[in-house]
C-alpha cells in the first residue's frame, strides 16, 4: 500500500514486506514532512540514525555510543527523562530486550557525559510512564508517552536503530473519539478504499491528480464510520495527519513546528479550493448500519474530521440502504468497501459462526448482482474478513480476489477484491431469493 501510495520514484525507494525505505538522498526534512501528513496507510514514519552488527552487549553500547546524538537531542531532553527505547529482537545471540535497551540508554548518556541513573531506574525506564499505546478517546494525553521514541530492531546479529516521528501510530488521526463495537483501523480503511481505485485528490509537488472514476461510495456496516470518513477525506483533498497536535520528531533538534504548522494550513487551504472546484454533485458517499449507536458515533467522528456535509448517513439494514433498497438511484459506477462483522470480534450469536454470517454475505451478493446485472451499474468492491472462503459460498457468480493480507485486533483478515462487468451476463443462484426473512436481521 505504502508503495502504491507514495510518490517517489522506483530507484529512490527500496521495497519491502510491510515497509517502504526512502533514499538517503531523496530523504529531505521537507520530504519526511510531507510522509508523515500526506501517508495514510503507514504505521509509523522513522529515520534511521545507525545501522551495524553486534553479538554482544559491550559491542552494541560501544557501537550506539558513536552515534552522533548530539545532532538529534539535545542535553535538556535527556536530563529530562523525554527519551525511551523499543526494542524488538530475534535470532540473534542479542535476544534480551530488557538488556539492550539498558546498554542503548546508557550508550546516550555516555555520549552527552552523563551518569547512567539519569533515567531513573535500572532499566532506564521512567517512573510511572508508559508509552503503551493509548485510546484515542484519552486525548489530549501526549504528555503521558515518551516525546522521543527509539525503536531498535535486531535480527540476525543486525542492529537498526530508528528514531519515530511521533510516539504514537500514525493510524491514530484524532477525529474517533466515538466508537461502534470493534472499529476498522484507519490505516487499514485508507488502504482497502486504495486498493478498490478511490483516488485521493491532492497533489503534492508539481504533480498533478487524475479525476476520481468513481462516482459514488457505499459502506453498508459502518460501524464508527471510518472508511467513509478515511474516502471523504481523501476526495476533499484533507490530508490523514492535518490533526496532529505536534510537530513530527518533537523532543529532537529536527523538530521545527513552524514548518509543520505552515504544511497543515496550505494542505487544509488546497483542500478548501478542491471542495469548491468538485461541487455538490461530483460524488456521493453513504454510509449505513442497522445499529442507531453506530450512525451517531458515525456522525459525530464525521463531523470532527470535518467531512459530515460530504456523507450521507442514515440508520437502517442492508435491505433499506439507500442504493440497496432503491437500485434506480444508485450512482453509474459505484465502489462498495465495507467491514463487515467478525464472528471472533463482535459477541452475537447470529455471528459467532460461518452459518451465522453466511445470509449476511449471501444478501450483499444479491444485491451487488442486482445493481450490475439488471441497473446496469459499473461495480468494484473491497470486503474485508477473517474467512475468505464464505464467499465461494454466497452463490453469487462474480470473481474475487485477495487484494492484501494483514492482522486487525490480532486477527488474520484478508481484503476480498470483486469487480462486476455490467455487460456480461452473470447466472444468480435462485436460492438467495428465498433470504429475504433473514435480510430484515442484518
Not at 516525546?147 to 491514530?172: M, T
Amino acid at each position: 500500500m505504502l508503495g502504491i501510495q507514495h510518490h517517489a520514484p522506483s530507484s529512490k525507494t527500496k521495497k519491502k514486506a510491510g515497509k517502504i525505505r526512502l533514499h538517503k538522498d531523496y530523504s529531505t526534512i521537507d520530504d519526511l514532512f510531507r510522509c508523515c501528513l500526506y501517508l495514510g496507510s503507514a504505521s509509523q514514519v522513522r529515520l534511521r540514525l545507525a545501522s551495524f552488527s553486534a553479538r554482544g552487549l559491550p559491542e552494541l553500547k560501544r557501537k550506539t555510543a558513536k552515534v552522533p546524538w548530539n545532532e538529534i537531542c539535545s542535553v535538556d531532553s535527556v536530563t529530562n527523562g523525554t527519551i525511551d527505547v523499543r526494542v524488538v529482537s530475534s535470532k540473534s545471540k542479542l535476544y534480551h530486550t530488557g538488556a539492550i535497551r539498558e546498554r542503548i540508554l546508557q550508550s546516550i548518556n555516555h555520549h552527552f557525559g552523563l551518569p547512567n541513573e539519569t533515567f531513573g531506574t535500572k532499566h532506564g525506564r521512567r517512573k510511572g510512564k508508559s508509552h503503551k499505546a493509548s485510546k484515542i478517546k484519552d486525548r489530549p494525553a501526549h504528555d503521558s508517552f515518551p516525546a522521543v521514541l527509539l525503536d531498535v530492531h535486531v535480527s540476525y546479529d543486525h542492529v537498526e536503530i530508528f528514531l519515530n516521528a511521533f510516539p504514537l501510530p500514525l493510524h491514530e488521526r484524532g477525529y474517533r473519539q466515538q466508537l461502534a463495537k470493534a472499529p476498522l483501523r484507519e490505516d487499514i480503511a485508507f488502504s482497502m478504499l486504495l486498493t478498490a481505485g478511490w483516488k485521493p485528490s491532492w497533489s503534492l509537488g508539481n504533480e498533478t491528480t487524475q479525476d476520481n472514476e468513481w462516482q459514488g461510495l457505499v459502506d453498508p456496516f459502518c460501524g464508527s464510520g471510518t472508511i467513509a470518513i478515511e474516502g471523504a477525506a481523501m476526495m476533499l483533498g484533507l490530508p490523514p495527519g492535518r490533526f496532529r497536535y505536534h510537530s513530527p520528531f518533537r523532543g529532537t533538534l529536527l523538530q521545527n513546528s513552524k514548518k509543520w504548522s505552515t504544511e497543515v494550513q496550505q494542505s487544509i487551504a488546497a483542500a478548501a479550493v478542491k471542495k469548491h472546484e468538485l461541487g455538490d454533485n461530483s460524488f456521493s458517499i453513504s454510509a449505513s448500519d442497522r445499529d442507531s449507536g453506530a450512525v451517531e458515533a458515525t456522525k459525530a467522528n464525521a463531523e470532527r474530521a470535518g467531512v459530515l456535509e460530504a456523507i450521507h448517513v442514515e440508520n437502517a439494514p442492508l435491505s433499506d440502504q439507500r442504493w440497496f433498497g432503491t437500485p434506480s438511484e444508485a450512482p453509474h459506477s459505484l465502489l462498495i468497501v465495507t467491514n463487515p462483522p467478525f464472528g471472533k470480534r463482535v459477541s452475537s450469536k447470529s455471528t459467532s459462526s460461518t452459518k451465522g454470517l453466511l445470509p449476511l454475505y449471501q444478501s450483499l451478493g444479491k444485491y451487488v448482482e442486482c445493481l450490475s446485472q439488471k441497473y446496469k451499474r459499473r461495480l468494484c468492491g473491497i470486503i474485508l474478513t477473517d474467512n475468505p472462503g464464505l464467499w465461494s459460498r454466497t452463490g453469487a457468480s462474480f470473481p474475487f480476489k485477495t487484494s492484501f493480507k494483514t492482522f486487525h485486533g490480532g486477527i488474520k483478515v484478508s481484503a476480498m477484491n470483486f469487480q462486476f462487468d455490467c455487460n456480461r451476463v452473470y447466472t444468480i443462484d435462485s436460492s438467495l431469493k428465498s433470504d429475504d426473512s433473514k435480510q430484515q436481521q442484518i
